[in-house]
């Protein structure tokens, strides 16, 4: 069972019911059964101020996750409470823009980098970057979600 919210803090005017789709891809390519996690849709001076007061980056970004979990702890619960994502949605429009990309094909690899950042990966240097990368475009394969 997977629940999950979304929070649309900024009257999205598009239809995203897709995003559905996407994460119960992500969430069976992960093997993950059970979880709870969250996905707010925000505005550049949110995002911009949760970078600033988490990450010490005063700068407007595109999404920011916030894991519950740690690789290192052994606390074992049949539901995985996975974190928070945040996307800005102003953000994700002008890289849509900006790649080329539908708004589909932009949202839908923001909601994928953010859940695999909750999942555990990361891409602080080349080597994670790579797989992080790689598996973020087989998932939007697979859901034939190309451009």
């Known amino acids: ?82 974190g928070d994502i945040y996307i800005c949605i102003p953000r994700m429009k002008e890289q849509a823009l900006e790649y080329e990309h539908s708004i589909k094909r932009e949202l839908s690899f923001l909601t994928v980098h953010g859940l695999l950042h909750l999942l555990g990966y990361d891409h602080r240097n080349e080597d994670e970057e790579k797989i992080m990368f790689g598996l973020q475009e087989e998932i939007l394969n697979e859901e034939n979600i190309k451009s």
Do not use: C, P, W
């Not at 949760?50 to 740690?70: H, K, Q």
């Open 1 to 82: 069972m997977m629940q999950y919210m979304i929070n649309d803090l900024v009257n999205v005017e598009f239809d995203y019911s897709y995003l559905d789709g996407v994460i119960k891809r992500v969430l069976e390519h992960e093997k993950v059964k059970e979880a709870f996690f969250e996905i707010s849709f925000v505005d550049e001076d949110t995002i911009q101020e949760l970078n600033r007061d988490y990450r010490g980056i005063d700068r407007v970004t595109d999404v920011i996750s916030f894991a519950l979990e740690d690789k290192k702890d052994n606390f074992q619960s049949e539901i995985r409470f996975l």
